[in-house]
T-cell receptor
């Protein structure tokens, strides 16, 4: 079975500071990896995805993530956050052999303070 | 612009009542999904549909029903059998469901419906 772990339920950070949101996964087969962002009372918006190739992927709003196969991690980073980045962030995976099932982590709330 | 429209944004259910949540997409996507989101938890799959007139149960289908009579529409009914319906419900769609290279298509989400019990 697959699982996605986001250990940090909430990450407080000051504006213009760097941030890293952690994501680890377990799967018996290869997976595709995604990060989604959810603003209050809204749906999820795709931030970035890792399909293959370079392990460092860049997404929207200045975010990037690095795929580490040996550590089964896909941490999300931003060098300088803004107040507007305050939101819930979800890491998710899809098995390469069964694409209907997007498996989500429990989410990390990023709280950016002035 | 293409997208996914969920309605209503807020919905209240009385005891013993069935309620239906609407989801419409104009992205020409084949696959559609319903998720339930509870506080502190990730999204859990209720039902999904790969093609018109076909749908499959997800992880938490009990107490819910769906239909897929049109490609654009995938309504979700929360029946009275669902004893804890209070949650945020999200509809999503993707180009196609498939194996291998087709499985990397991201899902696009609507803005959700918040369902509460009266």
């Amino acid at each position: 079975a697959q699982s996605v772990t986001q250990l940090d339920s909430q990450v407080p950070v000051f504006e213009e500071a760097p941030v890293e949101l952690r994501c680890n996964y377990s799967s018996s087969v290869s997976v595709y990896l995604f990060w989604y962002v959810q603003y209050p009372n809204q749906g999820l918006q795709l931030l970035l995805k890792y399909l293959s190739g370079s392990t460092l992927v860049k997404g929207i709003n200045g975010f990037e993530a690095e795929f580490n196969k040996s550590q089964t991690s896909f941490h999300l980073r931003k060098p300088s956050v803004h107040i507007s980045d305050t939101a819930e962030y979800f890491c998710a995976v899809i098995r390469m052999d069964s694409s209907y099932k997007l498996i989500f982590g429990s989410g990390t709330r990023l709280l950016v303070r002035p | 612009d293409g997208g996914i429209t969920q309605s209503p944004k807020y919905l209240f259910r009385k005891e013993g009542q069935n309620v239906t949540l609407s989801c419409e997409q104009n992205l020409n996507h084949d696959a559609m999904y319903w998720y339930r989101q509870d506080p502190g938890q990730g999204l859990r799959l209720i039902y999904y549909s790969q093609i018109v007139n076909d749908f499959q149960k997800g992880d938490i289908a009990e107490g819910y029903s769906v239909s897929r009579e049109k490609k654009e529409s995938f309504p979700l009914t929360v029946t009275s059998a669902q004893k804890n319906p209070t949650a945020f419900y999200l509809c999503a769609s993707s180009i196609k469901v498939g194996r291998g290279s087709l499985s990397n298509q991201p899902q696009h989400f609507g803005d959700g419906t918040r369902l509460s019990i009266l």
